[in-house]
């Protein structure tokens, strides 16, 4: 029977957790550190093809590895970024995009849940309520906390049109916030790219915070030591239109496209990053 590359990984992961079944501590950290793993080695993987025909099945698998240990909050984490990324990257249908984001929403949220029951309490709830609970978290929390955030910030943008769920940005970007108060370099400073796209989208007559975007994208450059060239992308895309510096989005994107893009734990987004640092500069006219 031919069994196709894509699908041999992930035999190769049930075989190994059924082999572990006997004992359910070792099992939960088993898994938990497999799918920790995996989320590494899809980053590592330097041919977008590849991951969009092979990770439907992983998620398959990781949903599974959930329905197994429910409250795990490291496999909820794994759970919550992957769904979130596949989505994000690979899917434009979007009844599509909408159900898997929901899907990786959910996986964040109860990640977060299961950490701390307070803010899990107020997910719901008045943003106030939200943000005074988010800023009680502590530093181990964090995981949990950027793998929410993350998730919610991409099931906002599947929704962008939806006002309801904009409604939400103060409550994604409160977790991102203490996420770089409590681990400025979590995720080698992740969290700060996000909040450089939130503190771009007004511009500053209406409220935006372009001197901060500017902050929040440096940042997000150096804690990478410039590795994550997508940062440098969205630095691009959403601050340099906002101030119109033209010189400084063609200097990023000339900087992405002449930058090897293998970096551990960046090598599939530094790929994707130079296919948008490319399609950027041709729309060039577009935004100045």
């Not at 010189?247 to 734990?265: M, N, S």
Request: hydrophobic content about 45%.
């Amino acid at each position: 029977m031919h069994i196709s590359k894509a699908v041999r990984p992930l035999l190769i992961l049930l075989t190994s957790l059924w082999l572990l079944s006997g004992c359910a501590s070792l099992t939960s950290t088993a898994t938990s550190r497999l799918a920790g793993n995996l989320s590494d080695a899809i980053l590592d993987q330097d041919d977008p093809a590849t991951v969009r025909e092979a990770l439907p099945s992983y998620l398959v698998m990781v949903d599974g590895l959930i329905a197994n240990d429910p409250r795990n909050p490291k496999l909820l984490a794994s759970g919550a970024q992957l769904y979130s990324a596949y989505a994000s990257w690979f899917v434009t249908k979007p009844e599509r995009l909408q159900r898997l984001t929901a899907r990786g929403k959910d996986y964040g949220q109860r990640a977060l849940c299961a950490v701390d029951e307070t803010v899990c309490r107020a997910l719901n709830g008045r943003t106030d309520q939200f943000v005074a609970a988010v800023d009680k978290l502590d530093k181990d929390q964090v995981p949990a906390a950027y793998a929410a955030a993350v998730a919610w910030a991409a099931w906002l943008q599947a929704r962008r049109g939806d006002w309801n769920a904009i409604a939400d940005l103060p409550k994604i970007t409160a977790l991102f916030r203490r996420v770089v108060i409590l681990e400025p370099g979590y995720d080698q400073g992740g969290a700060y790219q996000y909040l450089g796209i939130i503190d771009s989208l007004l511009p500053p007559a209406m409220g935006g915070q372009p001197a901060v975007a500017k902050q929040d994208f440096e940042q997000a450059v150096a804690f990478s030591k410039g590795r994550n060239l997508m940062a440098k992308v969205m630095y691009a895309r959403y601050y340099a239109p906002l101030v119109q510096d033209k010189a400084l989005y063609e200097k990023l994107l000339h900087e992405v496209l002449a930058a090897t893009p293998q970096a551990p734990g960046f090598t599939l987004t530094n790929v994707m990053a130079q296919q948008q640092a490319t399609q950027l500069l041709k729309d060039v006219d577009r935004h100045f």
